[in-house]
Each structure stands twice: as C-alpha cells, then as structure tokens.
C-alpha cells in the first residue's frame, strides 16, 4: 500500500471543543468492551487496531478514522453510532421497531478528528444497515494523512458546500462540486479533501 505521511505533516487538531467528545467515545468504547468481557488486547487481536491505540482511544487522548471505530464496532458486533451514543444501543419499547427517527446536526454526537468533523446521524433506529453522517472535511493535502482509509463495504457522498476530491488508492482522481455525487466501494483506499475556499460538508452514507 502506497503511504501518505511526510515530514510535512501538521500537528493535530487539539480544539477545546472538540476534546470533550474524544473522552465521551473514550469511555463509551471502554464501557462497551467491558460489558463484552474483553481485555484490551483481545480487542485489539479481534479488531486489528493496535492495542496501544485502543488505549488512547478510550483515554481520549487521540482521534482516529472512522476505519479504525468501524473496526472496533465489527469485533464488538455492536453498531458503530453506539460509539458515539448510548441511544444507539436502547432497545426499542416492547420490541417495537421505529418508523422514522429525525436528525438535527445541533443534537447529533459529534466527533471532530484531524481530518474530518464527524456528526453521526439517525443514531436511534436499531439495527441500522446504513451509517449516515455529516462531515465536515478539514483537509487540505495528502500529506495530512497517514495512509488511505478503507473499510468493508459500499460508500454515497454528496457535497452540500464547497469543493471535494477523492483520491484512491488506484491513481483516480474524482472531483466534486456542491450538489454532486459519488458512490464507491469503500475497500479501495480513499481520502477526501477539501479544495474550495472554505471547509467542504458532505453527507456521507456507508453501508457493509
């Protein structure tokens, strides 16, 4: 696999607001991999994501991808949103399936990492086979990443603001202006920049 890092490589992204969130995950993936009697080097044997990072993850000492949490969720068996939010996990009342369950990106868990601002949306609705969410893509160029991102599964965005590109592993380059799309296969590495004059946000939708 073709590698992205550089010297060149600006430091993190350490927001106040953004901190807080990183501990609230922290210790929902804690609570969650307790309740499942795992060790956190069993996770990480069962997940692939190196123990130490799982460590830093629960202490909310880092941000990772969404590769690396939809890699922990699988080895959970647990949906990803209930990383981000413990509604995500409530059975629903007398086993009854909602119909519809509404977002507001005010009320959404969020999760601000180096290169993207995550809002998980629709994190209520059990048994989801789609994870929607809101991004904001925060970067600029290759070299802010360590490598392409991949994960099992299929991948929609759609620009809402600004100007996004896509890189995959493959060489392809795929450009796209507000209001357009693109739909993928997310096991091919990729990463999304930003390449308007502001921030892009993007709804993104990925599904195993």
Sequence with gaps: MPKLRTTSRP??????????????????????????????????????????????IELGQISVSYEKFAAVARALDVDIASLFDPLAEA??????????????LDAAPRYDAENYDY???ATG???????PLHGI?????????????????????????????IHFETGEVVDLARQESAYFDSGVGHVYLSTGKAD?????????
């Design 11 to 56: 430091p993190a992204r350490t927001t106040a607001a953004a901190l807080p969130d990183r501990e609230r995950v922290g210790e929902r993936l804690r609570a969650i991999r307790k309740r499942h009697g795992l060790t956190l080097g069993a996770l990480s044997a069962r997940s692939g994501v190196a123990l130490s990072t799982l460590s830093k």
């Design 91 to 104: 059975a629903p009342a007398a086993g009854r399936r909602p119909v519809v369950v509404r977002t507001t």
């Design 119 to 121: 809002r998980m949306l």
């Design 125 to 131: 609705f059990p048994a989801k086979r789609m994870t």
């Design 137 to 165: 893509v925060v970067a600029r160029q290759m070299a802010q990443f360590p490598g392409y991102i991949r994960h099992p599964g299929q991948e929609f965005v759609m620009v809402l603001s600004g100007r996004v590109r």
């Design 200 to 208: 892009a946000r993007v709804v993104v939708v990925m599904t195993e």
